[in-house]
């Protein structure tokens, strides 16, 4: 029981650093895209 326990816990912990991992990724590439628009007027 205590292992299933321990390995749910790392389950959770992995997941919710995906999850961050991709919310800053998203944001990254929207920064991007504005800039990339931006500058596409520009022109």
Request: with cysteine; hydrophobic share 25%.
């Given at each position: 029981m205590r292992i299933a326990f321990i390995a749910l816990i790392l389950l959770i912990?992995?997941?919710s650093n995906t999850w961050q991992g991709v919310?800053?990724?998203s944001?990254?590439?929207w920064e991007d895209t504005?800039?990339?628009i931006?500058?596409?007027t520009e022109d």
């Open positions: 912990a992995g997941c919310k800053d990724d944001s990254k590439v504005k800039q990339a931006h500058e596409a």
